[in-house]
T-cell receptor, first 111, second 112 residues
Framework: DAGITQSPRHKVTETGTPVTLRCHQT?????MYWYRQDPGHGLRLIHY???????DKGEVSDGYSVSRSKTEDFLLTLESATSSQTSVYFC??????????FGAGSRLTVL | QQQVKQSPQSLIVQKGGISIINCAYE??????FPWYQQFPGKGPALLIA?????SEKKEGRFTISFNKSAKQFSLHIMDSQPGDSATYFC???????????FGKGTKLSVKP
């Protein structure tokens, strides 16, 4: 997953606590995405960004917010984590919104 | 109309056999159809992609067949190997839908 780093890779937290996942890229790609992957649901888009401070909602955005203050960083925040947000979260980057390069994933468990 | 329906959910193939995964879409504005491959514990990676101006694209043992009139496309893996065991996702984008929409995935197991 050269050029894209997700942190933390694993996190266990409790219901009601805030959580922030970070995606960092060194490719200078314009587009950045956050997906969640759950069994039986495939990859679902949470939020995406098409430039610094330019973000938009995806298919499953409720309960999540994002920020992109620099080209290289895209943060996903769960303001008050719920058990339904237990999932594997993938960040992806793209130069043209077609070919996506995914990170290694962040596994979040909300107890 | 924005969905991409993928089947089967899981597939077991003997080594050397042909693996076939199918996807169907509704939105006729879609004009880009990639397949992603995901190994356990890793992120998905682009495997092969096709645009609707061609009916088939081949890269090594992997072939995409595209049927525009039926709004279907499929991935064929020839001479399947145990190392091909992974989850495969089809996707589509185009028109007003700028972001990729993914199918739900197919878990392929290739038995030695």
């Amino acid at each position: 997953d050269a050029g894209i780093t997700q942190s933390p890779r694993h996190k266990v937290t409790e219901t009601g606590t805030p959580v922030t996942l970070r995606c960092h890229q060194t490719e200078n790609h314009r587009y950045m995405y956050w997906y969640r992957q759950d069994p039986g649901h495939g990859l679902r888009l949470i939020h995406y960004s098409y430039g610094v401070k330019d973000t938009d909602k995806g298919e499953v955005s409720d309960g999540y917010s994002v920020s992109r203050s620099k080209t290289e960083d895209f943060l996903l925040t769960l303001e008050s984590a719920t058990s339904s947000q237990t999932s594997v979260y993938f960040c992806a980057i793209s130069v043209d919104a077609n070919v996506l390069t995914f990170g290694a994933g962040s596994r979040l468990t909300v107890l | 109309q924005q969905q991409v329906k993928q089947s089967p959910q899981s597939l077991i193939v003997q080594k050397g056999g042909i693996s076939i995964i199918n996807c169907a879409y509704e939105n006729t504005a879609f004009d880009y159809f990639p397949w992603y491959q995901q190994f356990p514990g890793k992120g998905p990676a682009l495997l092969i992609a096709i645009r609707p101006d061609v009916s088939e694209k081949k890269e090594g043992r992997f072939t995409i067949s595209f049927n525009k009139s039926a709004k279907q496309f499929s991935l064929h893996i020839m001479d399947s190997q145990p190392g091909d065991s992974a989850t495969y996702f089809c996707a589509a984008s185009g028109g007003s839908q700028g972001n990729l929409i993914f199918g739900k995935g197919t878990k392929l197991s290739v038995k030695p």
